[in-house]
């Protein structure tokens, strides 16, 4: 059983949410390839790996995924760690590497039996990884001191009754809890003589159709668009456009895939793939030949997706050298009236066969809650924010009087993110619905087939009448793997 669920384990790291949203691969995928994993791996290894010593006996692997500007602040942590343990600790070993990396990796220890001490759990996997044994419960480790210091959000997630998630044993502590707000390029608003977003009213569907078209350009008179309103990433940036116009995916109880005769979805998909289609985005092949992700650094994009762990990247004048702020997704005709986006978070856990789980439990404890740690990773010590901190107190306090004061460089329409942090008239954010099924596989068929849709090959009608049925497949796939496993 547990090697049947392997791949279905890997559907679930979130990382997703936490870096760049990209795809994983599947618990039955790496059952069915368990011999080719470490090979495959050896192909392309994009991993850091830092050790640190100390007088001890005791040795942690750490094994995380993370961008380049957020390694050296969590490199401090970990030597600062072993300084402070320098009695116990012989050596932890820090592996970091990219996070398609991280899943290929993670399905050969797996299938090893071979875990690292210390390693990431998403929101999707707590089930799984605790049905199959993986990771340890922290709560004889963690007091609730600590717990009780972070977001109510990521004091639920992480918890898990044996049936339900939100509830029992704890498994894990929040790396960060982020939200995808959206990102404006002020220059191009200058010089197309157009207003910035009023970060207290999100444009309207039909608002943000308008600002895009006078935001696509041909800027250099060659009779080509080199500019265009906003990119989109069908992934993780599409679904807060659905959301916004009061979109679900599943049934109530999440059993059932609704999205044939779902007049919200039709109506919001048409708007957000005719942004395309009229030629306010790249074209899928454009987008193909450089991403929007790059052509955002590049000053060609009006709007585009921020994460909270871009901000760093976006405020470095080296990185992006422009002006820019925050605003909310566009609000849709058939929504509540709020901007929504998607929340996310991946969190540190401690394996299930650590030889030294109580020194493991304090040095992920040093990563998420430690207040001088936390202090780093937000940008109050440092100067340069890559997440919001974990610890509430701080976040509502230090960090935004550090904002205020001009220590701390960030957009200064904080309040956005905020908003969807807390849910107010304007803004709201929630866990995706993938985070609640047992893996994630049932959304695959959907935001991979959109392209179809941005390239004029299917009608949103069509396409949503075929999908249908692929997508309640894999759901119902999801489902007897949860049944096996808690039966």
């Not at 500007?69 to 600790?89: P, R, T």
């Not at 921020?306 to 605003?327: E, N, S």
Request: glycine fraction near 8%.
């Amino acid at each position: 059983m547990k090697k049947k669920l392997l791949a279905m384990t890997m559907a679930m790291l979130m990382g997703a949410v936490a870096v760049t949203g990209c795809s994983t691969t599947t618990v039955e995928e790496a059952g069915e390839t368990s011999g080719d994993a470490a090979t495959t791996e050896a192909a392309e290894d994009e991993s850091t790996t830092d050790s640190f010593t100390g007088n001890g006996d005791k040795t942690l692997n750490v094994f995380l995924y993370m961008q380049e500007h957020e390694k050296e602040i969590y490199k401090k942590l970990v030597s600062e760690f072993v300084d402070e343990h320098k009695d116990e600790i012989k050596e932890v070993v820090f592996e970091v590497t990219t996070q398609d990396e991280y899943n290929t990796k993670m399905i050969a220890n797996m299938t090893a039996n071979d875990l690292p001490d210390v390693f990431y759990v998403g929101p999707s996997a707590v089930r799984s990884y605790v049905d199959n044994g993986y990771v340890l419960p922290l709560d004889d480790y963690v007091d609730a001191d600590t717990i009780g210091k972070v977001w109510g959000t990521t004091q639920e997630i992480y918890r898990y009754d044996g049936k339900n998630v939100g509830s029992g044993s704890l498994y894990a502590l929040p790396k960060d809890l982020s939200c995808f707000a959206f990102a404006y390029n002020k220059d191009l608003f200058d010089e197309a003589g157009l207003d910035y977003p009023d970060p207290e009213k999100p444009y309207t569907y039909d608002e943000f159709v308008e600002v895009c078209k006078a935001l696509t350009k041909d800027t250099d008179g060659d009779g080509e668009i080199d500019q265009w309103g906003v990119a989109n990433a069908n992934q993780f940036g599409m679904t807060p456009y659905l959301y916004s116009n009061g979109v679900k995916f599943l049934n109530d109880d999440m059993t059932k895939v609704n999205v044939a005769n779902n007049k919200q979805l039709e109506e919001a998909l048409t708007f957000y793939t005719d942004l395309t289609l009229n030629g306010y985005t790249p074209t899928v092949d454009q987008d193909a030949a450089l991403g929007g992700y790059q052509r955002w650094l590049d000053g060609q994009i009006g709007f585009y997706a921020c994460g909270t762990w871009d901000v760093a990247a976006f405020m470095d004048d080296a990185t992006f050298p422009y002006d820019w702020d925050l605003c909310g997704w566009p609000v849709g005709p058939s929504g509540d009236g709020r901007s929504h986006t998607w929340m996310g978070s991946v969190g540190y856990c401690v394996s299930a066969t650590s030889e030294n789980p109580d020194l493991a439990a304090q040095l992920i404890a040093k990563l998420s809650t430690d207040e001088e740690g936390q202090r780093a990773v937000s940008g109050i010590s440092t100067g340069s924010s890559i997440q919001l901190p974990n610890i509430t107190d701080l976040a509502y306090g230090e960090f935004k009087d550090a904002v205020a004061d001009g220590s701390l460089p960030f957009p200064s329409n904080m309040d956005v993110i905020f908003g969807y942090f807390d849910g107010n008239d304007h803004y709201a954010a929630s866990l995706q619905e993938t985070d609640y099924t047992y893996n994630a596989e049932w959304f695959d068929p959907f935001w991979q087939g959109v392209t179809n849709i941005q390239s004029g090959d299917i009608s949103v009608h069509d396409f949503l009448q075929e999908v249908e049925p692929e997508m309640q497949s894999a759901l119902d796939n999801a489902i007897e793997l949860q049944n096996s496993a808690t039966n």
